[in-house]
């Protein structure tokens, strides 16, 4: 009789836990936007919490697509979405030719042709991180060493310039935090002695070289 009892409260309290992880699982069903907002997007402000987000998922890439009125408001839109994650496309549909961002640009949707490179906001406070830049939090993507020789600032500038496009950065030689290079240009930075730029570290103010493959 008492084996009986203890094997009934056993499955009882079984069944508990296999209700509670239900509903657990449940919760953890959400509407589209939840589950955009576990990726390392920013969307404009009040945007995620009030309406669903179309997703259409690639083998290699993830689209969320919005309809816009005008090219006018998809490029205010795309402006204020930051995609701190590669190969993540936020598409603006419009009348007037789609158009897209990725990490580093908003271009057309139809041909891939640049429009612009996006703005990067900076995080709360700087940040040491192994794959992203210490200021803005976008990831740094290794890339080719750029011509430096007979760096003056108005090369290392140019090379900046393209470094952006690519959206590699540089590495810390102290302390190992990443800084991309989108934010060595939008801040401006001091010179050497002979006029040459001299990035350095965003957390410990140590040189940088650029992050190679
Ligand atoms: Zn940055
Ligand atoms: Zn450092």
């Not at 009040?46 to 690639?58: L, W």
């Not at 309809?67 to 205010?76: G, M």
């Not at 700087?126 to 990831?139: L, M, Q, T, V």
Request: charged share 25%; hydrophobic share 40%; proline share 7%.
């Amino acid at each position: 009789m008492w084996i009986w009892i203890a094997v009934g409260a056993a499955v009882l309290a079984a069944a508990v836990v296999v209700l509670r992880r239900r509903s657990v699982r449940r919760r953890r069903v959400h509407p589209y936007y939840v589950t955009a907002k576990k990726l390392r997007i920013t969307w404009p402000p009040g945007y995620a919490e009030h309406r669903p987000i179309r997703m259409v998922r690639r083998p290699d890439a993830l689209f969320l697509i919005e309809e816009f009125a005008s090219r006018a408001a998809a490029l205010d839109f795309l402006r204020r979405c930051e995609i701190r994650e590669e190969r993540i496309y936020v598409i603006a549909e419009n009348p007037e030719g789609n158009l897209g961002r990725d990490l580093i640009m908003i271009f057309e949707e139809a041909d891939g042709a640049p429009v612009e490179i996006g703005e990067r906001s900076p995080l709360p406070a700087p940040r040491h991180s192994d794959e992203d830049c210490a200021r803005c939090g976008y990831p740094v993507i290794p890339g080719a060493l750029p011509e430096l020789d007979g760096a003056a600032t108005v090369r290392v500038a140019v090379a900046l310039d393209g470094m952006a496009r690519d959206g590699s950065g540089f590495r810390c030689a102290d302390c190992g935090a990443l800084g991309c290079a989108w934010c060595y240009r939008a801040v401006p930075q001091r010179t050497d002695g002979s006029g040459h730029a001299d990035p350095r570290c965003w957390l410990c103010g140590g040189r940088v070289d650029v992050l190679v493959e």
